[in-house]
């Protein structure tokens, strides 16, 4: 094969080579799940079916992740006046790590009229990855706060995962070696605004990176090529 060709054939091999790395990246997977919520509430027991979704965002060197409910869920006997009923609740690790991450939002933001399933806002939390590996997110338990009461919300099925990432801990610790038996830290509240460019940088990163290697494949059998002729 001469050098031009041989050059060509290096440099479409190394292109190749960077778009497999990029199609090849493992991504986030996310599934809507069904939750059956029993509510413990101040008048009995009550019970809802809510859709929840769980997504995760890159934030620095961990992940926000935000929790939604698509359906109401419990009501009260009287109306909940606008700021009265605060909402928080927990996500389930599993998988790499282990624990609980809680999440929270603020009060609902309209009066709520009575005997009427609670809307629950969008609740936030960040995720600080302890170990290596895939982690999985499921709805835990729900709490709501209003007029002085507490009603407690257990999932009544076993719904699966909502969210499941593919994480590094700052140490590169994986849950194979690392003894300890601590899972992820968490904080709630509002979050920065974040956007999910971090990933598609570093893939794309990672792919510039075997197109680099190639070209200079390249440009070293160029100059043998040059010497030999010489």
Known sequence: MSYPKRTAALASAAALAGSAVLLSAP??????????????????VKSAVSPIDIKGVKNGSGYTLTMSW??????????????????????????????TLPVSGPPNAAAIPANTPIRISD???????????KVTFTPSTLIIKALGTTTTCTPANSPKPGLTLDVTAAGGSSSA??????????T???LPQTGPGDSAIALGTLGGTVLLAGTAGVLWLTRRGQTVRR
């Open 27 to 44: 991504a986030a997977h996310a599934d809507v799940v069904d939750v059956n919520y029993r509510c413990q509430t101040p008048i009995g």
């Open 70 to 99: 698509r359906k109401g869920v419990s009501s009260s006997p009287v109306e909940l006046g606008k700021g009265a009923m605060t909402p928080s609740a927990s996500i389930r690790l599993g998988g790499a790590d282990s624990g």
């Open 123 to 133: 609740l936030s939390g960040t995720y600080t990855p302890k170990r290596t590996g």
């Open 177 to 186: 070696s690392s003894s300890a038996s601590s899972g992820g830290s968490a």
């Open 188 to 190: 709630g509240g509002t």
